[in-house]
């Protein structure tokens, strides 16, 4: 069973701060995604990485997906209140395609 | 511009009671999905259907059935709820190759 292991599960930081939330596998993962989801509200794609070693920024936030595609990383810079919400990397399993997700990391920002 | 849209946004049930969760999309995609999302577990997919007229099965499918009623609608159904079923229900619709799109979720509670 390919699984997505995140962390950390909890976040609270200060306005300005930087902070890196993790997204691993011992399992190849085709692709993979990062969402964020805000309270009351579905999950909207930020991004997905495709290559070995593939660098995305969003503005503040830089993705990277990992050498061996079993892990990705998501830094945000100088964290905003408005970065506050939860975040979930999820990729394709390789049996059914169909998305799998990591159990999210909760990032709160306070001004 | 409505997107994914799911109905009712809260529901409060009796264990034993039955009730369908209704997803409409208008955004003409072929696949539409059901997923429940628990606290420290991530969102996990229920049934799917990859175009209008099949559905199968997805990680966690007991207890529920699916109908897909036309290629707009996807509804997902609890015949006797259990508590074990209180959660938040996401409805999502893709094109291949695309990033799949998220309603706001039913927060339904068992007693």
């Known amino acids: 069973t390919q699984l997505l292991e995140q962390s950390p599960q909890f976040l609270s930081i200060q306005e300005g701060e930087n902070l890196t939330v993790y997204c691993n596998s011992s399992s190849v993962f085709s692709s993979l995604q990062w969402y964020r989801q805000e309270p009351g509200e579905g999950p909207v794609l930020l991004v997905t990485v495709v290559t070995g070693g593939e660098v995305k920024k969003l503005k503040r936030l830089t993705f990277q997906f990992g050498d061996a595609r079993k892990d990705s990383s998501l830094h945000i810079t100088a964290a905003q209140p408005g970065d506050t919400g939860l975040y979930l990397c999820?990729?394709?399993?390789?049996?059914?395609?169909?998305?799998?997700f990591g159990q999210g990391t909760t990032l709160q920002v306070k001004p | 511009n409505a997107g994914v849209t799911q109905t009712p946004k809260f529901q409060v049930l009796k264990t034993g009671q039955s009730m369908t969760l209704q997803c409409a999309q208008d955004m003409n995609h072929n696949s539409m999905y059901w997923y429940r999302q628990d606290p420290g577990m991530g969102l996990r997919l229920i049934y799917y259907s990859a175009s209008e007229g099949t559905t199968d099965k997805g990680e966690v499918p007991n207890g529920y059935n699916v109908s897909r009623l036309n290629k707009r609608e996807f509804s997902l159904r609890l015949e006797s709820a259990a508590p074990s079923q209180t959660s938040v229900y996401f409805c999502a619709s893709q094109d291949p190759n695309q990033p799949q799109h998220f309603g706001d979720g039913t927060r339904l509670s068992i007693l």
């Open positions: 999820a990729g394709p399993g390789s049996n059914t395609g169909k998305l799998i």
